[in-house]
Nanobody, 124 residues
Framework: QVQLVESGGGLVQAGGSLRLSCAASGRTFSGYAMGWFRQFPGKKRDFVAIIDWLGRIYYADSVKGRFTISRDNAKNTVELVMNSLKPEDTAVYYC??????????????????WGQGTQVTVSS
């Protein structure tokens, strides 16, 4: 059974930083893309950053230059370092594994390959 467990969310002031971590278990994802998504209240889940098995990285325009995604295949983990946080970054952040792009949107190939989500709140 695949599990993705996020940690590192919380409350931070604008301009501050947070590091999100996601540990996958149940299978290895070293040959697959992994990523981070976020969901604002009442909105659909949108991709934030993706890193594929070759280390190629894709960022949403809104986070370029502020967020950094990385992965450790030996540990089956993916991290997101978020700097210069803004109140508009406030959302629930989800990690995902085996992520593919279809119809112009990124999403896990299998619906179960989402983490449980972690709240990030940025105060002004």
């Amino acid at each position: 059974q695949v599990q993705l467990v996020e940690s590192g969310g919380g409350l931070v002031q604008a301009g501050g930083s947070l590091r999100l971590s996601c540990a996958a278990s149940g299978r290895t994802f070293s040959g697959y893309a992994m990523g981070w998504f976020r969901q604002f209240p009442g909105k659909k889940r949108d991709f934030v950053a993706i890193i594929d098995w070759l280390g190629r990285i894709y960022y949403a325009d809104s986070v370029k230059g502020r967020f950094t995604i990385s992965r450790d295949n030996a540990k089956n983990t993916v991290e997101l370092v978020m700097n210069s946080l803004k109140p508009e970054d406030t959302a629930v952040y989800y990690c995902a594994a085996d992520v593919v792009k279809s119809g112009g949107s990124w999403a896990p190939r299998i619906d179960d390959y989402w983490g449980q989500g972690t709240q990030v709140t940025v105060s002004s």
